[in-house]
């Protein structure tokens, strides 16, 4: 069964930074896509990143490319975000997400059949 519990979320002020991660039971990382969403209150999901296990490929949403690093860990089983020069408007709940095989949108929640239950991000004074 497939299972990903996402970790690591909490208050941290502006200009602040967070690693999230996320770890993954039940399939192993080879050829299985890890997405990082997140969505705000009265927002939809939005896609942060994307690692693709078979290539390596990345993807990152233009709002936060440059503050934002995903990376898998040397456990095969943990995938990780790193971030950066937080900002108020980077508070949402995140969570992670997978799919097997190639995405087509890494941006687009419908494409992972797999979710975690989130952690909550809140960047705050």
């Known amino acids: 069964q497939v299972q990903l519990v996402e970790s690591g979320g909490g208050l941290v002020q502006p200009g602040g930074s967070l690693r999230l991660s996320c770890a993954v039971s039940?399939?192993?990382?080879?050829?299985?896509?890890i997405g990082w969403f997140r969505q705000a209150p009265g927002k939809e999901r939005e896609g942060v990143s994307c690692?693709?296990?078979?290539?390596?490929?990345?993807y990152y949403a233009d709002s936060v490319k440059g503050r934002f690093t995903i990376s898998s860990g040397n456990a095969k089983n943990m995938v990780y975000l790193q971030m950066n020069s937080l900002k108020p408007e980077d508070t949402a709940v995140y969570y992670c997400?997978?799919?097997?095989?190639?995405?087509?949108?890494?941006?687009?929640?419908?494409?992972?059949?797999?979710w975690g239950q989130g952690t909550q991000v809140t960047v705050s004074s």
């Open positions: 997400a997978a799919e097997y095989g190639w995405i087509r949108d890494p941006s687009r929640a419908a494409e992972f059949g797999s």
């Open positions: 039940g399939f192993t990382l080879d050829y299985y896509a």
């Open positions: 690692v693709s296990s078979s290539d390596g490929s990345t």
